[in-house]
């Protein structure tokens, strides 16, 4: 593998050793006996610091088990935690607080300093590993990683995506656990608690106040998703009212190694699923009024100078907004402006099925042009111009495909990029289904010729 250099995180393979292919937790087979001496020395050495058992209400001072230690972190892992030991950023491992699909983590502290951290630990099970290449394909940053084969590499390049991201998160003043130390696939993070331990509520768990609390923590959240679009170049890619925790009053974003940059090619798809999450839990569960997820889509993308001039139309109004962007008032009262979603929103069902075209990214830059500056009201005209010319060759199938689309969901297409699954909820999926047979039906009615066609779309164009 070619060496990597991430802003000055550098990889490269001289810190993975053979010994273990791929180690659950405890398995050990093939070690050598340097590796196996090594891991007693560790444990010798650690095992009295490190709780591993899981936190049920508040951590506690228990002693730990050296049995248990030795049964759940693997020897590379118990090394790269001993460096954190040896530098010094953490006294003790108290407890597990979360054990995750992709990672577990757990508490700890420097008792020297009194401060608490989150000790996150990525897992290097292969199918995590399968699961999660779409995110790092396709992204400018590690474009020379590629096809890893090696699965303990990918992890720790996960951990070190997740570390930079909150970085950038960090410096652009959104609310998240400052990043603190990274150690190959073991990230050290501030740990948010209430104190003593308690950690601060999950957004889900969070009672509020009231509505009108309600309201503003689902303003904020559209702002942050603004952010970080436009501060930090990132899509989430998974916002919900899991990843996010309210810490000392304020919303803090979470859970970061997933996210994509706007160049990513589903990136589109993330930030509509993202957008789809935060608008269910906020009205479902709490009841309260929404904006429709197209216009959240266009707040959330587009220009600081588009949202400022439909806010102000007067030009010498924008000019204090122009010296001031992404001001978290204008913001608000930006947002003000939108109405709120209806319940039988058609306009956001089309939106959620603009799957048709795969990816919004495959919309050429005139189109988005033609979105943002209010030329159409919703991707419905671009949808059709875009997806027009496929159709033509195999609209006839289009009703009986409809058979295998789940297959094709599990499996993706040629390039290994997935299509629709885990980005698109039952619901739209349904109406997709059900407008591309209604579409298909009205097209073969209307169907105009394609040379006909090329030729009024070209002069269209110009
Ligand atoms: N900095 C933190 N402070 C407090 N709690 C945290 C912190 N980071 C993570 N947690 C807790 O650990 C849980 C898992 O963290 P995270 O979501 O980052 O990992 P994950 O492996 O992606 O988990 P999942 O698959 O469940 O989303 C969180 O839901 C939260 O309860
Ligand atoms: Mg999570």
Redesign the pocket.
């Known amino acids: 593998m070619s060496e990597l250099d991430l802003d000055g995180l550098s990889l490269s393979d001289s810190d993975y050793s053979s010994d273990e292919a791929n180690s659950g937790p405890n398995s050990f087979r093939g070690a050598s006996n340097q590796a196996l001496k090594e891991k007693t020395e560790l444990l010798d050495k650690y095992a009295s610091h490190i709780k591993v058992d899981q936190i049920k209400h508040r951590i506690t001072r228990d002693k730990a088990e050296r049995a248990t230690v030795e049964q759940v972190l693997d020897p590379r892992t118990l090394r790269f935690l001993s460096k954190l030991f040896k530098n010094g950023t953490i006294t003790e491992i108290n407890g597990c ?2 054990t ?6 757990y508490y700890a502290l420097n008792s020297e300093t009194g401060k608490e951290y ?1 000790v ?1 630990i990525y897992k290097t099970s292969i199918l995590v590993f399968k699961d999660r290449e779409r995110y790092v394909d396709g992204e400018f940053r590690f474009r020379n990683t590629r096809n890893q084969s090696n699965p303990r590499k990918m992890v720790r390049l996960w951990a070190e995506k997740e570390f930079r991201n909150l970085k950038r998160l960090h410096s652009a003043g959104i609310p998240s ?1 400052e990043p603190v130390d990274l150690k190959s696939h073991v990230l050290v ?5 209430k104190g003593d331990g308690w ?2 509520p ?1 957004l889900k768990d969070y009672e509020f106040r009231d509505d009108e609390e309600i309201a503003s923590f689902y303003i904020r959240l559209l702002i942050y998703m603004r952010w970080l679009y436009h501060k930090c170049r990132l899509v989430h890619a ?1 916002l919900s009212e ?2 996010t ?1 309210v810490h000392k009053g304020e919303l803090y974003v ?2 970061v ?1 997933q996210s994509v940059e706007p160049d990513h090619q589903m990136s589109m798809d993330f930030l509509r699923m993202d957008i789809k999450n935060v608008n269910d839990f906020f009205s479902r569960t709490k009841n309260i009024n929404v904006f429709p997820e197209r216009m959240i889509f266009r707040f959330v993308i587009d220009s600081w100078s588009n949202l400022m001039t439909e806010l102000m139309p007067e030009k010498n109004e924008r000019r204090l907004a122009s010296e001031n962007p992404e001001n978290l008032e204008l913001l608000e009262k930006y947002l003000a402006t939108l109405p709120h979603k209806t319940e039988d929103d058609q306009e956001d069902i089309i939106f959620r099925s603009l799957h048709l075209v795969s990816s919004l990214n495959h919309l050429e830059e005139r189109d988005f042009d033609k979105f943002k500056s209010g030329q159409v009201d919703t991707l419905r005209d671009l949808v059709k111009e875009s997806s027009d010319e496929e159709e033509d060759d195999d609209e006839e199938q289009s009703e009986e495909s409809d058979e295998d689309d789940s297959e094709q969901d599990e499996s993706g297409d040629e390039e290994g990029t997935p299509k629709g699954k885990k980005y698109e909820d039952k619901e739209a999926k349904k109406e997709r289904k059900k407008a591309a047979k209604e579409a298909a039906r009205e097209k073969r009615k209307t169907k105009m010729k394609k040379h006909v066609k090329k030729k009024l779309t070209k002069k269209g164009h110009k």
């Open positions: 607080i979360s995750g699909k992709e990672a577990n983590v989150a996150k656990p993070m501030e740990y948010l608690s950690p601060s999950k998974d899991y990843n925790i979470f859970d190694s």
